[in-house]
């Protein structure tokens, strides 16, 4: 018979409970105790740093809004002064609207000198002369419906705004610091630019036809951009007039505006040249032309092509009496040349290119010179449509 199973006599767990229970009881009793102490601590802490951050937080954003207002008063400062100096340049001006846009977006406007400014004019009229450019041609690269008329006008427009740009440059060089005497400077200044301005109507001139129905069709096109570039010379020619002047001398002035006379002739023609006018002609020429054959050739512009290219002593054509049927261009690499006639109605070219046989304006000159200095002597050029002469130089 199997022994009888001894169980061990357990202690009740309820007797070890009240002590477990008062020790958990003061353990949580004492921990709310020292986290309300932590968290004063604590919290007085960052109450004392907040404190101090917002301060200074303070003290930093009331020195931002007087800078800000400081820089809001520099800022009103510098575009009311920009705004006086565009009135000042722009007074007396013909366009002050294209004045006024073109000069808003100059920096330092306020402070640059006149003749800078003038530069800046006119080294917008030269992009825009780019931009007429670059739009004629396009038109001429698609010739398909254009009329005789567009074409011939278009092919003169790009051969203007050729001359333009190089008009226009010798401008801004002329503007440029320690270039000649300021008063010689800007004498040449209005020649070129004076020229610049023609150049534009011209090249619009060449689409009017012999009636309206034979008009070109391309002009309202391409108008806009050649008018702005007008304006923009023509406001740099009046801002050019504030610059300061060569003063007038007393004397006798053989035209008006080109200088006193001297010894007959005006004070800009050399002594080699009143020498060489005063001495027979035949014996000062270095060509003859004779419509009788007697010279070296019988028409005018076979002694033009013959002369030298770039010049840079006179040569001098002796064209004897006699009326002489042609159109004469003188381009410029024709220098230093001079024309000798036998006297007013003794030697006379004449031609008579118009509108009717679809010669443009800038075609139809009978005599066409573009040299920068150049003399004619008792020479008479005459047409019975249009324009006699273009003289693009600066004395003649």
């Known amino acids: 018979m199997a022994p009888p199973t001894v169980r061990p006599k357990l202690r009740p767990a309820a007797a070890k409970l009240p002590l477990t229970a008062t020790v958990l009881s003061l353990a949580l009793l004492l921990l709310p105790l020292g986290f309300v102490a932590t968290h004063r601590a604590f919290s007085g ?74 530069s800046d004019v006119v080294a917008r009229a030269a992009a825009a002369v780019r931009a007429s450019s670059s739009n004629c041609s396009s038109y001429l690269r698609r010739p398909r419906g254009l009329r005789v008329r567009d074409r011939l006008a278009l092919s003169d427009c790009l051969e203007l705004f050729g001359r333009t740009l190089g008009q226009l440059g010798t401008a801004a060089d002329e503007l440029s610091a320690g270039n000649r005497t300021a008063e010689e400077s800007i004498a040449g200044v209005q020649t070129v630019l004076s020229a610049a301005l023609t150049n534009q109507y011209t090249c619009l001139e060449g689409f009017a036809g012999p009636s309206a129905s034979e008009d070109g069709r391309v002009r309202p096109y391409i108008q806009g951009r050649i008018y702005h570039v007008a304006h923009l010379v023509s406001n740099s020619l009046a801002m050019l007039r504030r610059l300061p002047q060569r003063r007038r001398r007393r004397g006798r002035e053989a035209l008006e505006g080109y200088g006193r006379v001297r010894r007959g002739f005006p004070s800009w023609v050399s002594a080699g040249d009143r020498r060489r006018l005063l001495e027979p002609s035949a014996g000062a020429a270095d060509l003859v032309v004779a419509k009788d054959g007697s010279g070296n050739f019988t028409t005018v512009g076979e002694a033009v092509a013959a002369a030298p290219n770039n010049s840079d002593s006179r040569f001098v054509i002796y064209i004897k009496a006699g009326g002489y049927f042609e159109n004469v261009e003188v381009g410029p690499e024709k220098t230093n040349l001079m024309f000798v006639g036998d006297g007013m109605w003794k030697t006379v070219i004449k031609a008579s290119r118009n509108v009717v046989d679809n010669s443009t304006t800038y075609r139809s000159a009978t005599l066409a010179i573009e040299e920068d200095d150049a003399s004619e002597r008792e020479q008479r050029s005459r047409t019975g449509e249009f324009l006699a002469a273009i003289v693009e130089r600066d004395v003649s």
């Open 45 to 118: 802490g960052v109450a004392v740093s907040t404190s101090a951050t917002g301060d200074e937080r303070h003290r930093e954003e009331r020195v931002l809004l007087a800078g800000n207002k400081d820089d809001g008063n520099a800022d009103a400062a510098a575009a009311a002064e920009h705004a006086a100096a565009v009135d000042r340049h722009c007074a007396g001006t013909l366009h002050r609207e294209v004045c006024a846009s073109t000069l808003a977006s100059i920096p330092n406007l306020a402070r640059k000198p006149l003749r800078d400014v003038i």
